[in-house]
């Protein structure tokens, strides 16, 4: 039992140093693919249900750009959905797609199996990161504003 709990915990210090990073490449990323601290991550995950708790989501599921591509990626058709963010300062604001993402009921990440394709368990969410220099006093971008454009009323 000793052994692993010494490889836990070893494994856990590797983590934590690898996420360290000089604060010298604006927009670089660490050893494990966090961008560097110099930048602001917000993230956003949203559920639609009907008045009987069905997934209004699920329609959506499953789109590819690329219909050749034999797995699903978690895209959202852009055409059908995407995200107007606007910050509360002086930052333009832009358009962003928005990724589908599945969660059990403890809202923990639901993982497709090696061919792409998800449990018939759990919800799906628009999912979004929006990353952004941080702020030269270190202060939010806060309150944001997300706009969900629509071609589709759900």
């Not at 990323?29 to 008045?51: E, L, M, Q």
């Not at 358009?95 to 199996?113: G, M, R, S």
């Not at 702020?135 to 071609?151: A, E, R, T």
């Amino acid at each position: 039992m000793k052994p692993i709990r010494y490889l836990i915990g070893f494994a856990l210090m590797v983590l934590l140093l690898s996420g360290c990073t000089a604060n010298g490449d604006p927009g670089g990323t660490s050893a494990i693919g966090r961008p560097d601290p110099g930048w602001d991550i917000y993230r956003i995950n949203i559920s639609f249900k009907d008045g009987g708790g069905n997934d209004l989501l699920e329609q959506f599921a499953y789109y590819k750009s690329d219909p050749t591509n034999t797995k699903y990626l978690g895209e959202v058709d852009p055409e059908r959905y995407n995200l107007r963010i606007i910050s509360s300062t002086h930052y333009p604001p832009e358009y962003y797609n928005f990724t589908l993402a599945k969660f059990d009921e403890h809202h923990n990440w639901v993982n497709a199996d090696k061919n792409g394709v998800y449990p018939n368990i759990g919800t799906w969410y628009f999912s979004n990161d929006f990353v952004i220099k941080t702020k030269n006093d270190g202060s939010p971008y806060s309150p944001l504003k997300y706009l969900i454009n629509s071609v589709d009323l759900l």
